[in-house]
T-cell receptor, first 115, second 111 residues
Framework: GAGVSQTPSNKVTEKGKYVELRCDPI?????LYWYRQSLGQGPEFLIY????????DSGLPNDRFFAVRPEGSVSTLKIQRTERGDSAVYLC?????????????FGPGTRLTVL | AQSVAQPEDQVNVAEGNPLTVKCTYS??????LFWYVQYPNRGLQFLLK??????LVKGSYGFEAEFNKSQTSFHLKKPSALVSDSALYFC?????????FGKGTMLLVSP
């Protein structure tokens, strides 16, 4: 596609429920990133994939958060037992290659609200 | 650890006037610096980056940024602001795999 797409654009769930957020990167981009943006803050890194494997998951806040990219394209961020503090905008980005020089292209984000 | 500071929550400027949005950074090693803009309900859009070379970097929509190593700054500038420039601006520093963002500066350009 022309850009990074994310679905759903908005997700409202109840505390304790499980949610999945989907990211479809730019075609041909091998690197994929997830960030979380809380209100009034800049995006914070969660996890990064190079191909199918998670190359760096140091930003995941705890083991309730998990992400996959089984075929090296679409990625799903999974959150178990959601808490109100998980409410944020979840941003996905992709870049042609990993590495310092490559700018990341961001999707519009999924706004998650946990009631 | 790398970090970025944007000391201003909001910058107000009149249309046609020059604008500056401030950013300072802290890294070990060479800094790789980026500016992104975020419009309401839209994703971050890349504006420009500094990797090496000329300290004045030109980017999209008439924006430019000046890299100053001695002051560890990377301020975003535009000679003549437009009302349509009103948005949230983020400075970021790049490690190998991650971007570390500042908290953002809201730019408001009045007609």
């Amino acid at each position: 596609g022309a850009g990074v797409s994310q679905t759903p654009s908005n997700k409202v769930t109840e505390k304790g429920k499980y949610v999945e957020l989907r990211c479809d990167p730019i075609s041909g981009h091998t690197a994929l990133y997830w960030y979380r943006q809380s209100l009034g803050q800049g995006p914070e890194f969660l996890i990064y994939f190079q191909g199918t494997g998670a190359a760096d998951d140091s930003g995941l806040p705890n083991d309730r958060f998990f992400a996959v990219r089984p075929e090296g394209s679409v990625s799903t961020l999974k959150i178990q037992r959601t808490e109100r503090g998980d409410s944020a905008v979840y941003l996905c980005a992709s870049s042609q290659l990993a590495g310092t020089y490559n700018e990341q292209f961001f999707g519009p984000g999924t706004r998650l609200t946990v009631l | 650890a790398q970090s970025v500071a944007q000391p201003e929550d909001q910058v107000n400027v009149a249309e046609g006037n020059p604008l500056t949005v401030k950013c300072t950074y802290s890294v070990s090693g060479n800094p790789y610096l980026f500016w992104y803009v975020q419009y309401p309900n839209r994703g971050l859009q890349f504006l420009l980056k500094y990797i090496t070379g000329d300290n004045l970097v030109k980017g999209s929509y008439g924006f430019e940024a000046e890299f100053n190593k001695s002051q560890t700054s990377f301020h975003l500038k535009k000679p003549s602001a437009l009302v349509s420039d009103s948005a949230l601006y983020f400075c970021a520093v790049r490690g190998y795999s991650t971007l570390t963002f500042g908290k953002g500066t809201m730019l408001l350009v009045s007609p």
